[in-house]
Nanobody, 124 residues
Framework: VQLQASGGGLVQPGGSLRLSCAAP????????IGWFRQAPGKEREFVAA????????VYVDSVKGRFTISKDRAKNLVYLQMNSLRPEDTAVYYC??????????????????WGQGTLVTVSS
């Protein structure tokens, strides 16, 4: 499943952005959709994940209460709504798909397909 992440940009601290993940020509079917990010000089970090079919989304502690995964099944899109953004949220954000159990969602190696990334910069 080829993925395309979009929606990044420059936003002030406290602001919001909504990232989108698309799978042109495909469906997310029974995949798990994960969001990861990588800040300059740092390792790729798990952000959030959820099943396309629904269930309980999982978030890294640092974004709980601020970020939300949602899906638009009519448009075959997955969103990451990011509110109350902080400078430390600055990173390239990636969406990815996999099929593993919940216990594996935070591991990058559990995902088979990745988008190209979209840059989010939180700065005043």
């Amino acid at each position: 499943v080829q993925l395309q992440a979009s929606g990044g940009g420059l936003v002030q601290p406290g602001g919001s952005l909504r990232l989108s993940c698309a799978a042109p020509g495909r469906t997310f079917s029974n995949y798990v959709i994960g969001w990861f990010r990588q800040a300059p000089g740092k390792e790729r970090e798990f952000v959030a994940a959820d099943r396309w079919t629904g269930g309980s989304a999982v978030y890294v502690d640092s974004v709980k209460g601020r970020f939300t995964i949602s899906k638009d099944r009519a448009k075959n899109l997955v969103y990451l709504q990011m509110n109350s953004l902080r400078p430390e949220d600055t990173a390239v954000y990636y969406c990815a798909t996999g099929r593993g159990p919940t216990s594996t969602w935070s591991r990058a190696r559990s995902y088979d397909y990745w988008g190209q990334g979209t840059l989010v910069t939180v700065s005043s």
